[in-house]
């Protein structure tokens, strides 16, 4: 939670203060661990198991690390879902290419709610606590990245198919 929201750089102990982001200028730049975060795969944020941490069922005593909370916090993970669906990117080496696109320069590639949170009972929760917690616009950002995937996927789709039509003819 700290590295990722609420670090602070320093410069001869003065805080920096953050740029606005190079991807979405509506969004202020990241700071260096959570810029590295949102970079990884979706097989990297499976390991996390968010379902586990949005349900909150890491809690208690009979999960945690010497019946501590076992760092299951539904707020933190639902922030960490809305951050990766809003904000993660690939570079040019993993992924993002296309006219004018510098290599390594961080493209925006949205990771669907779906992926990050498999099964429905989390996806409600996160659902839930996304009304509660956050604003209309941020409601918004989700749902439309989750559309662009949508969309994107359906793509590829149909220009597969198209490449498999011409192969036959």
């Known amino acids: 939670k700290y590295l990722i929201f609420e670090h602070i750089d320093y410069d001869n102990g003065k805080p920096l203060q953050n740029n606005t982001d190079k991807v979405d200028s509506t969004e202020q730049e990241l700071n260096f661990f959570a810029q590295a975060f949102v970079e990884l795969t979706v097989e990297h944020y499976q390991w996390i198991n968010l379902d586990y941490h949005v349900l909150g069922q890491a809690g208690g005593t009979k999960r945690g ?4 909370a ?4 539904p707020d933190v993970a639902s922030e960490l879902v809305v951050l990766l669906v809003t904000r993660h990117v690939s570079s040019n080496d993993v992924g993002a290419t296309g006219p004018g696109v510098a290599p390594g320069k961080p493209q925006p590639d949205p ?3 779906e992926a990050l949170l498999t099964t429905l009972e989390a996806r409600k929760a996160f659902d839930a606590w996304l009304r509660k917690h956050k604003s209309k616009k941020v409601i918004d950002k989700v749902k439309s990245a989750n559309s662009a995937v949508a969309a994107a996927k359906q ?3 149909l220009a597969a198919q198209q490449q498999k039509q011409q192969e036959e003819d």
């Open 65 to 68: 690390f010497l019946g501590g």
């Open 111 to 113: 990771i669907p709610v």
């Open 155 to 157: 793509q590829k789709l």
């Open 70 to 73: 076992g760092g299951a916090d």
